[in-house]
């Protein structure tokens, strides 16, 4: 589902564009994570992933922003290392 030129931020880490280094790098690392889970959500009026920890958390940890084309990835801002963003911001779980 990604673009071949598709852009990473890892906001504050690493900065990458390619499928290959998204791929094999940002996905392979998320793979090996077991305390977390997804959840479709809205942040400030934009559909995003909230991402929570197993340990049933009231509020997420932080989100993952996806930009889509033509149902293709083409950009990813994942706030991972500056979830203190999410802390006041209004942030709507999607619960169905």
Known sequence: MLVDDV?????TRWKV???????TTYFTNYDRTTDWRLVPAWLDGREVLAV?????????????ALELAADQVTAIRDFRYVSYIGHEASIEVDDA
């Open 7 to 11: 852009k990473l931020d890892l906001v």
């Open 52 to 64: 929570f920890g197993t340990s049933g958390d009231a509020r997420p940890r932080y989100f993952i």
């Open 17 to 23: 564009t390619g499928r290959r280094p998204v791929g």
